[in-house]
């Protein structure tokens, strides 16, 4: 039953991270500067990869 508990928490985590990551490539497609996101709470990280996945799907 752990491991089940486990496996949701995981999912939802991903979940939420993947919804983080597209919020700030919405932000990125309308122009948002770094400074500007970063001032909304997210990370660094989360542009490098909002970035990445942008360039990727061009």
Known sequence: MQNMCNLSELVKES???RERIEAVERMLKADATK????????????????????????
């Open 35 to 58: 400074e500007q996101i970063i001032s909304f709470s997210y990370a660094e990280e989360e542009i490098e990869r909002a970035e990445n996945a942008l360039y990727a799907n061009v």
């Open 15 to 17: 979940a939420v991270k």
